[in-house]
């Protein structure tokens, strides 16, 4: 498959970068509109932060977050694909009845495997993240034996079960930035190869996040662009399928770069 841009749309008041910006359906019609019109082939919508520390919100709060957007936005753009970035079935459901297109679980199936029988159901794709504990819990000291055997064994092993009950589009994610040290996210990055030799597609969503800040002497979320830029065209040189970004525009300059050179 051809290297695909998701644009992440937060219609959220505290997600770690872009929290409050899009919380109004005419902002955020306005910044799917953008992200389209700048070259994204996937919109990944969500409503509710998973940033680390965030508290969680109810499964009404997130729906009325969410829906009203992917219920306009997705009749709109029929040859555009969405998703819905969350962790509970019944906003799952919700969305996929609106024609949203795959789940895109951070939790990597472990809060709700029923998301199976949704994605069987509804004719959706799945994207399996890997990530240990919970967003307020899972930066507290996070350690493994060895981090890209672990995760690419549980991230194979979901996957596997996912396609084995129907499921038919599967995307694995590492999950850079969940439960994982700045040496683990370094780690995940330089073997993203190994991740693509799984056979399944691999996306990466590094965009603004807190490594890059990290590796830049502490740089803000503002600042952090030509960051998640290097790090996304690393991914994809290494074999990544889909990167997750904030900066569509941008991204997708990059990638048409890329394309010119390999």
Do not use: W
């Not at 998973?50 to 306009?72: C, F, H, N, Q, Y």
């Amino acid at each position: 498959m051809k290297p695909s841009i998701m644009g992440i749309l937060n219609c959220t008041p505290d997600s770690f970068s872009d929290g409050g910006q899009f919380l109004s359906l005419e902002a955020a019609m306005q910044q799917v509109d953008q992200m389209i019109a700048d070259g994204a082939d996937i919109i990944d919508v969500g409503g509710e932060s998973t940033r680390p520390g965030s508290d969680p919100v109810s499964e009404e709060e997130e729906i009325r977050r969410v829906i009203p957007v992917l219920s306009a936005a997705i009749p709109k753009y029929p040859d555009v694909r969405f998703s819905i970035d969350t962790t509970k079935y019944n906003v799952a459901k919700a969305a996929l009845e609106c024609g949203a297109h795959f789940i895109n679980d951070v939790s990597g199936l472990r809060k709700e495997p029923r998301f199976l029988d949704l994605c069987v159901q509804y004719n959706a794709g799945l994207i399996i993240m890997h990530s240990i504990g919970n967003p307020k819990t899972m930066q507290n000291e996070p350690t493994y034996s060895d981090v890209v055997q672990e995760v690419l064994d549980y991230l194979i092993q979901k996957a596997t079960e996912a396609k084995s009950h129907g499921v038919k589009e599967v995307i694995i994610d590492p999950g850079i930035g969940f439960g994982k040290t700045l040496e683990h996210n370094i780690e995940l990055l330089k073997h993203t190869s190994r991740f693509v030799e799984s056979g399944f597609p691999v996306l990466i969503g590094a965009s603004r996040k807190s490594m890059i800040g990290a590796l830049l002497n502490g740089r803000e979320t503002d600042g952090r662009l030509a960051g998640s830029l290097a790090v996304h065209f690393y991914a994809l040189m290494k074999g990544a399928h889909i990167v997750r970004v904030h900066d569509v525009k941008e991204t997708s300059d990059t990638l048409t770069i890329l394309k010119a050179l390999i």
